[in-house]
């Protein structure tokens, strides 16, 4: 049965919903578009495109979120901070891939749980700045706004936000979700074949050893269950991936809104599962409106400054039926704060019954920027927000249910410390993000070891 469209009297806005009603409500960190022809023109082409995702592999992720949401399931959320044009290609797709797949088997072996896997990845093109203008030198410029908006490079040229990028980005996307669901069907998430998922360029690597050694141990279980049973165990061959981006930039989003012959209502489909980052996420602006209207699963960063009684209000807009699935907080507080900030949160929520999947991001409430000028984080802080946010969720009778994480499958130094121990000087050597810090390879497994080992103490 479809859901009736709903009225929402609880609070102060209106109950008619459209895929540009956010358009009256003020928008932060959207770009200034110099030439508005060529800014509609462009958006009448992405109208016209075929979407990226369906409307049933959305519906399937929000019942899998519902799934975590009742302990069931462990969502795994991770990918660049920003995607480049220049970087989809296949090796960073499939090594980003590949590092998933091996976080995920880790997850799925010591929670005992199947695990939610969403990659920020196929469209997470698009971020907000913490400065509309960046200084060098004495040089003002508007700053860059990932690839959807503008260029990195640091001239006036390439800094005015072209709409033509939109289109570049939409087919970038595509290109990648392509390539991962041929991976996928291929059989690239096969269990029987979990050496698929070795990075060429890692050598020697404790972490490596300790997951092999894991790895080899469930192959002699699949072996031994298939040699019992006669047969293979089924679904080792297929997972479900899904596709994750910070839904900024609302022109092109509400462009991929559509309607459906067979669900009632309106769907994203640039992406399964669209989220609000911490900049907008303010209750009365344009990312809320526009996010109250579809039916996708969504998630919304919640930050230090984020009352209990703004998060409750922020329930009442995007989530007013409690409708399971519907919606999941990613708490980014800092290694420093998380103890202060999160549990009136926790409480708050718990208090008043809400259904919400509780997602920890350790890594945007503590990021920072070294004596050589890089933006860093600390494995340390990573490590200890997440530990914390165990313990804190633990304490208040509410379940942390997943982790977003910034990670690549390339060999970058971007976060310090881990277990190479990367100190600043190492930066230097392969800082390849246009953003914000990624794990590698070794600091995400032991991320994913790590919740592991604290959720067995
Ligand atoms: C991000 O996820 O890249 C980001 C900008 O996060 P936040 O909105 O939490 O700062
Ligand atoms: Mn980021």
Known sequence: MPNPPRTLQSVNLPSEWTPSSWRAYPALQLPQYPDAEALEEALVELRTLPPLVTSWEIL?????????????????????????????????????????????????????????????????????????????????????????????????????????RMIKGHARSAMTMNFVRSLIDGGFADLHHPEYWNLSWVGHSPLADEYRRMVNGIGDAVRFMETLSGAQVHNLNRVDFYTSHEALLLPYEESQTRQVPRHWGWFNLSTHFPWIGMRTAAVDGAHVEYFRGIRNPIAIKVGPTVTPDQLLRVIDVLNPEDEPGRLTFIHRMGATQIEEKLPPLLEAVRRDGRRVLWVCDPMHGNTESTSNGYKTRRFRNIRSELEQSLDLHAAAGTRLGGVHLELTGEDVTECLGGARELTESDLERAYHSTVDPRLNYEQALEVAMLIVRKQEQ
């Open 60 to 164: 399937s992720l929000k019942e899998q979120i519902a799934e975590a949401q009742d302990g069931k399931r462990f969502l795994l959320q991770g990918g660049d901070c920003a995607e480049t044009f220049a970087s989809c290609s296949s090796g960073v797709i499939s090594n980003r891939l590949k590092v998933l797949l091996q976080m995920s088997l880790v997850l799925v072996h010591g929670l005992r749980k199947p695990v939610v896997r969403v990659g920020r990845f196929a469209g997470q093109y698009a971020k907000p700045r913490s400065s509309d203008t960046e200084t060098i030198d004495g040089v003002t410029l508007p700053s860059y706004r990932g690839d959807l908006v503008n260029a990195p490079a640091f001239t006036a040229e390439a800094r005015v936000p072209d709409p033509r």
